[in-house]
Each structure stands twice: as structure tokens, then as C-alpha cells.
């Protein structure tokens, strides 16, 4: 049986509708929301399903789930926020800002390398644990002390939770305060929205309870069988930090622990409505907010990385600026001038600076490379916009 699906759709977008009531069948336990803006105003606005099978919990219009690498979209915003205000530069090196990040020859790395996958960091060579990885100082000093796995610069691979450390200590040490501080002074205080980089205590029962779906189960096991070192495993492991598909019912991104600390690599929280209206104010003034100019949105978009990665992969291959994930064969938005970020299991975060779209989807049941839903939806929205 299918789930309810309530919420509202201005005129000419049913057929979003009726997309992401597709995303339901065969899935009974799961939940999901969706969220569009265009210039600022939702056009979209929808939700469904389960937000936990333990108890049957309804997903409801203000549900907010854990984002994973949408995440990272949401400090490349804080970033091209810093930018934008003169307080950063893409072509410095990081060692400018955090001067113990000079070791291990990494003095050349530049902000806009880091962003961009680059630094050779993709992974940490020493097996981490769930202390570690809560612990923000400590992922700052292994990150700083580490030897790159390649030569900074010369190629790119996916810096899957390393890359909110990595980044956010440049923004910690530009602001003075944490970059959960600074992504609610800057992002989810002004546009007042449900959306957190660490989880507060008294917020800590409201986000959905995650769900992986038994083929990525079967992808990350399969993938747990390759030679060692497996640097892309790793990448999502960090040793013993996290289970490979990064939640176990009660583990990784369920537990509270996990929630409550700051990883800006995979740990933000979101509704969709939230990741719509702040992907809307980076490209057209949202509730009053306009987050980035027309001209900092240029040069962050900038293609700094792409084609194959410096560890093998099967394409298609993703598109990366300074930090945003661009437009590209490997996830397609609604035109060529696009940026956002997709997240594991089925998270999507994009806007459009021509059609000044703002977009949201967030999933509790997790799937991997099959998954269509979202992809589904923005296929349905680009003949109309």
C-alpha cells in the first residue's frame, strides 16, 4: 500500500507529484520530503511515509534527517561566504589560515584545492574510532600531521568525511567559532529553518530514524572485500569510526553521540524545506536573505575538478567547483550553469542560477547507485522550468 502523500503544488508542477509518490513503491517503511522554491517562492511542498519504523512515527512537513554529503554543499557556502566578503581566498594556500596544515608537505595546498578534493586527504592512514572522529580538536591535529596518500594538487578523490574537518577548521580559524556556530549565525538563524551542523540536546528526538536498504548493504560489504589498502572504503570508514554504509539501527548516524558533534562532511540535519530555501537564497533573495552574490556564485562554480579520480572508480564522474558539486553525467540537475550537493542514500540539495530554483529531498530508506527518486523528480521539474 502506498503511503499518504500530503502537502500542496501551485498548478503546472503535478507531475513532481506524482514522482515522488513513485519513490514509495515497494519501500513501506520509508519516509521522505520535498521542497521547491523558484525566485524565492515554494512551489513544492510535500511529504510522506515513516520517519521511524520503530514506532510509526509520521514523517510530517517539518522533518528534518540527517543530509550526509549535502552537508558538504552547506559548508561551501559558508566558504564562498568568506570569499565573498573578503575574508578568504581560494588561491591561498590553507597554511595561511591553519599553519600546522603546512606539514608533511602540504605548505602548497591551496583552500580552493581543498575544496575541491584535491589535498590528497581523502582518507586518514591511522584506523580512527567514534571518539576520535567527536572529537573536533583531535581530527584537526591527525588531518594537520597527516602525510597526503598523493601529491597534492595533481588529481582529485572524493574526500567523503574528511572534507568538513579539513574545510571547517579554515572556517573555524577565519571566524573564531565553530562552524556550526557560523552555519547558524549565517545560514539557518537568518532564514529561521530546521537545519543544524551538530544536533542540539534539545532538538535530539526530532530527526528521522535512517534505514539502508539491503542492496547498499551488499555494495559496501562487497566493497569491504577488496585488497587493502581500499583508500575509497576507507574514506567512508576512516578505519573503525563508522559502519560502511554509515548507520547500523542503533550506530554511525542513528546514535545521538554521532548527531550531537560537529562533521560537516556527512553529519548535517535538514528538512527539505530547509535545504530548498537555502539553496534558493544562494541565487535569489529567500525570506529576505540573499547568501551569495551573482559574481561569488561564478567564480565558486568554476570547474576545478572532474574526469577520472586519482583511485579508480566507475563513471560517470562528478563535476566539482569549490566545493559544490556541479552538473555532470553523475548527477544531473536542471541545467549546465547548476551547483549543489548530493548526499548517501538518497539526499539531494541543488540550485539553479538561471531559473533561480531552490531545491530539497531528503530520504530516511538509503540506496545506492540504483536509487532514481530524486533523479526522478528532477526530471519531471526541468520541462517546466
Known sequence: MMPVVSGSVKPGFEPLADAFASGFAGR???????????????VVDLWGGIADERDGRAWTGDTPSVVFSCTKGLLSILSARLVQEGRLAYDAPVSRYWPEFAAAGKAVVTVGEALSHRAGLSATRADLTEADIVDWARMAEALAAQEPLWRPGTGYAYHA????????????????????????????????????????????????????????TELWATEALKPSPNWPYRAMTLGLALPADLVTPDGGFNARRIRAAEIPGAGGIASARALAAIWSATVVSTGGVRLLDDATVAIATEERSGGEPV??????????????????????YTGPKCFGHDGAGGQVGFA???????????????????DQRATAIIDALRPLV
Do not use: C, K
Not at 517503511?29 to 515554494?42: C, H, K
Not at 539553479?352 to 540504483?370: A, C, H, L, S
Open 352 to 370: 539553479d542560477p538561471e531559473r533561480r530554483i531552490g531545491f530539497g529531498y531528503v530520504t530516511n530508506w538509503m540506496m545506492g547507485p540504483e
Open 161 to 216: 568525511i574528511t572534507h568538513g574537518w579539513l574545510n571547517g577548521e579554515v572556517i573555524r580559524r577565519v571566524t573564531g567559532q565553530s562552524v556550526g556556530r557560523t552555519f547558524h549565525d549565517v545560514i539557518a538563524g537568518p532564514l529561521g529553518i530546521d537545519a543544524w551542523i551538530g544536533l542540539p540536546d534539545g532538538d535530539a528526538d526530532r530527526p528521522a530514524h535512517l534505514q539502508v536498504s539491503p542492496a547498499l
Open 311 to 332: 583511485f579508480a572508480a566507475i563513471p560517470p564522474y562528478a563535476r566539482w567547483g569549490a566545493g559544490f558539486q556541479l552538473d555532470s553525467d553523475a548527477r544531473r
Open 28 to 42: 513501506p517503511t520509508m519516509g521522505a520530503a520535498l521542497s521547491v522554491r523558484i525566485g524565492g517562492e515554494t
